[in-house]
């Protein structure tokens, strides 16, 4: 990258990075949008990405304790209210839990996270690395996937609930929430890498920050469907290894 | 864990713990020594261990940096010198890229990381997070993988030369050099785990630092057998995505 792109142009970058490699396009998600999974495969699915949600709001506190102006740190201290709630059995985590609950997923080893595939551990722990260590132009550009949620979200939603009797609205409430939730704060985002990339420099590194969130996304479907779809190789110690499936 | 167990205990139990856990039970490696993978595969397979072999010496580095004892940071120092070697073109990681050289993979790619899958990187990722920041006695106990080494190097050497004819004596280097090595490496850091795991809790992480360890290496070959194997989805941007081969 060696000319200054218009704000314009970079936006289109990042859409264009985001057409190409935002996990919507992995088989996993075709498959469980499409009603492909069976019901263990949907529970794999479920408790893994229990760590990752349940991770956001650390990311998002690391965010806040690097940002100087108290503006910014209130706005984006708005995501800290939507995953944690306002009271306890609220927000964005315990609808993650009425999901997992819902799939008759054990609700202490769904917390514990010691039957998570350890990639998915991996990819996580990469992810709050990136926010704790990036230049905070990178770390809130790295939140740019959330410009893509809102068409899998109304996918996921209705072909899960087309798709498999084990599922409710009610414990897809989480997806409803994030549809109103997921533009607010891209739209928030994308504006400040717009204003703040004012390099060639700046401006890879937040189209690089774009692709490698959509590394940790995309890596925990691939364990996800290496484990429980194809070749079906659960690792030591992950759910279901050996048979042993709660 | 409850009791405290003998320091011959423990270390059963960690040794337990490797033949059930470590990877030369994976299929990627037993398919490696088995001569079932085409030079493509075992291209990735060095291209991506390229990551873990470069992030090695900063992991023991990481751990240097929180010793107090001169005498314990001399002895982990040598682990510097075999992986960086005591000039240029010496030491382990120099005969890692006479291995990917070996195998016609262009340097440049190989060091700059950039085709490795994101898998790869965040389990390195995740080993020297954990040897940074967890107590000193758990981030010994996550090298005793070592202890496990030297069977799979003999099975891996033996069996590569004899399978494949892309493959050279003189480009196995690296795995004749850790023979001695390893076991010098893995008896140190056994014998300090039974002198410094002194309650059950201990004892306790110190197994569970082995099997952090384990999955790291696991998640590595799961990531391999994905992507390049079977179902052979290569992630966007890593090594073969798109028919893209070097």
Known sequence: MTTLMSAGELETALRDLGAARYHNRHPFHRMLHGGKLNKRQVQAWA??????????????????????????????????????????????????IALTDGLDLDRALVVSMRAALPATRFAVQAYVQFVREKPLLEAIASSLTELFSPNIISERVSGMLSHYDFI?????????????QAPR???????????????????????????????????????LHHAYVNPGLIPPGALGHDGVWP
């Open 47 to 96: 408790l893994n990405r229990y760590c990752y949600q349940a991770h956001i709001p650390i990311k998002d506190a690391s965010l806040i304790a690097r940002i100087d102006d108290p503006d910014l740190r209130r706005q984006w201290r708005q995501r800290l209210v939507d995953h944690d709630g306002t009271q306890k059995g609220d927000g964005g985590i315990a609808r993650w």
């Open 168 to 180: 409710t609205p009610e414990t897809l409430a989480y997806f409803n929430a994030r549809l109103d």
């Open 185 to 223: 704060d891209a739209d928030f985002a994308l504006d400040y890498v717009k204003r703040h990339a004012r390099t060639p420099e700046q401006q890879s590194a937040v189209i690089a920050a774009l692709g490698f969130k959509c590394d940790v996304l995309w890596a925990q479907l691939d364990a």
